[in-house]
């Protein structure tokens, strides 16, 4: 049976790379994509003050960053690509939040030639047990002779990390959170597919590693 956890905090993050530097984004385009992108944002009442601007330094560091703090919500385009993260991220919620980026997206891109070449999600998740000892949960993934020295001496952070052909995943210790567990977990995509297939193999990946550890989520229903 599976060991119950909730989890008290997440992020997700999808990262969209170009397939070379727009650097209109930063020149001639600049003033046509951040007014587009506060447009479209501004029907989620994204306010100005929100925005920040960052023009010093390498070209490669010139980016628009638009927040909408009360949904932990930001969005940010430079030349090379754009990001969208999202803070307390939840299946719940997945799907306004998407809307979000949609929205951002769509007004970027349209009337540029910017390309997207590839794309990223990624998940952080730190989850505490309700019944046993975080200890418990990783003994099976740590090495026998480590075991013993672990028993020994006080363990205060515990790695392990996997890369795969289209991502790649970490297991921790939470440092935030008592007997807590960090998860990280990220996709790499081809071309920017759509994002229910997006979404789905992120869920898929988060049931795989859960389904691993052998834990599940608490819920209140």
């Known amino acids: 049976m599976a060991e119950l956890v909730k989890i008290p905090f997440s992020t997700a993050e999808f990262q969209a790379l170009f397939e070379r530097p727009h650097v209109a984004f930063i020149g001639r385009d600049w003033a046509r994509a951040f007014e587009e992108v506060f447009t479209a944002l501004s029907a989620f009442n994204f306010l100005l003050a929100n925005a920040e601007i ?26 090379e690509g754009y990001r969208f993260s999202k803070e307390f991220s939840s299946w719940a919620t997945v799907e306004d939040d998407g809307q979000i980026l949609l929205a951002a997206e769509r007004a970027l891109m349209e009337g540029s030639t910017a390309k997207v070449a590839s794309c990223s999600a990624t998940v952080g998740v730190h989850i ?11 003994a099976p993934f740590i090495p026998e002779p480590f075991k013993v020295l672990m028993e020994k001496r006080q363990t205060r952070s515990y790695a392990t990390s996997f890369r795969f052909a289209d991502g790649d995943a970490v297991i921790d210790f939470s440092v935030g959170f008592a007997n807590g567990i960090f998860l990280r977990f990220s996709s790499s995509f ?8 997006i979404l789905a193999k992120v869920r898929d990946d988060q049931a795989a590693l859960f389904g691993i550890l052998g834990i599940e989520e608490e819920t209140n229903a």
């Not at 490669?60 to 960053?65: E, F, G």
């Not at 505490?128 to 990783?138: F, V």
Request: hydrophobic share 35%.
């Open 54 to 79: 960052i023009n010093t330094g390498k070209a490669a560091d010139h980016k628009a960053i638009f927040r909408l703090p009360e949904r932990g919500i930001s969005f940010q385009f430079g030349a």
């Open 128 to 138: 505490q047990p309700l019944n046993k000892s975080r200890e418990e949960i990783l």
């Open 190 to 197: 081809n071309g920017r597919p759509p994002l229910p297939e």
